[in-house]
């Protein structure tokens, strides 16, 4: 069984910078394409960054929602089964719940993965004041 458990969200100022983690067991170390999805009240559940679980060297790529490109960072600690999310310059329309999701594939965009898809975990709050 997949269990993905996030920690590391929290209250900053416009400007500021977050850094969520993921720790993820249950799961192989490839086949898997992980990343970072949010929801603020009232809207849809996005994508905001994804890559294909275990190769994150040697200019294996990521993807990211336009929102976040040149802002956030995903990165993979092998050893420790952990996906972190590094976001800077972050902006109120940032906040919003953010969600580690896993799902069996062998392509690293999943951006547009569904939530009634894939493994899913419980998610941080991040909010952003102005």
């Known amino acids: 069984q997949v269990l993905l458990v996030e920690s590391g969200g929290g209250s900053v100022q416009a400007g500021g910078s977050l850094t969520l983690s993921c720790v993820g067991s249950?799961?192989?170390?490839?086949?898997?394409?992980v990343g970072w999805f949010r929801q603020a009240p009232g809207k849809e559940r996005e994508g905001v960054a994804t890559?294909?679980?275990?190769?994150?060297?040697?200019?294996?790529?990521?993807y990211y929602a336009d929102s976040g490109q040149g802002r956030f960072h995903i990165s993979q600690d092998r050893a420790k089964n952990t996906l972190n999310l590094q976001m800077m310059s972050l902006q109120p329309g940032d906040s919003g719940m953010y969600y580690c999701?896993?799902?069996?594939?062998?392509?690293?965009?999943?951006?547009?993965?569904?939530?009634?898809?894939?493994?899913w975990g419980q998610g941080a709050q991040v909010t952003v004041s102005s």
């Open positions: 249950g799961y192989a170390q490839r086949g898997y394409c």
């Open positions: 890559v294909m679980r275990g190769v994150m060297r040697g200019g294996d790529t990521a």
């Open positions: 999701a896993a799902v069996v594939s062998f392509r690293g965009n999943c951006l547009a993965l569904r939530s009634d898809t894939g493994n």
